[in-house]
């Protein structure tokens, strides 16, 4: 397992920017992929952006050209870049890490409110 701790979140007007982080408890070597989810109240969980071991990247239809996913594997992070935000973006973002054999890991998400 590992341990995921979500940081960044909080109240911007629409349009702003918010830069969210999620540091993990061990190496990015051992992790397959981490990715961002959101939740809104009331909706299901979906998956905003995911980048793999390699660097490889993928985004939900609804946030290309604005989000950004990287890593820093030199401090187990994992950062979601989020620009010209939208009310619609109003949710609780969680951090996943894929592990191997199947496993993942969620950290314990942080709120991200988008006022109009």
């Known amino acids: 397992q590992v341990q995921l701790v979500e940081s960044g979140g909080g109240l911007v007007q629409a349009g702003g920017s918010l830069r969210l982080s999620c540091a993990a408890s061990?190496?990015?070597?051992?992790?397959?992929?981490m990715g961002w989810y959101r939740q809104a109240p009331g909706k299901e969980r979906e998956l905003v952006a995911s980048i793999t071991r390699g660097g490889s990247t993928n985004y939900a239809d609804s946030v290309k050209g604005r989000f950004s996913i990287s890593k820093d594997n030199a401090k187990n992070t994992v950062y979601l870049q989020m620009n010209s935000l939208k009310p619609d973006d109003t949710a609780v973002y969680f951090c996943?890490?894929?592990?191997?054999?199947?496993?993942?890991?969620w950290g314990q998400g942080t709120q991200v409110t988008v006022s109009s």
């Open positions: 061990r190496s990015m070597f051992s992790i397959n992929a």
């Open positions: 996943k890490a894929d592990l191997p054999f199947g496993q993942n890991s």
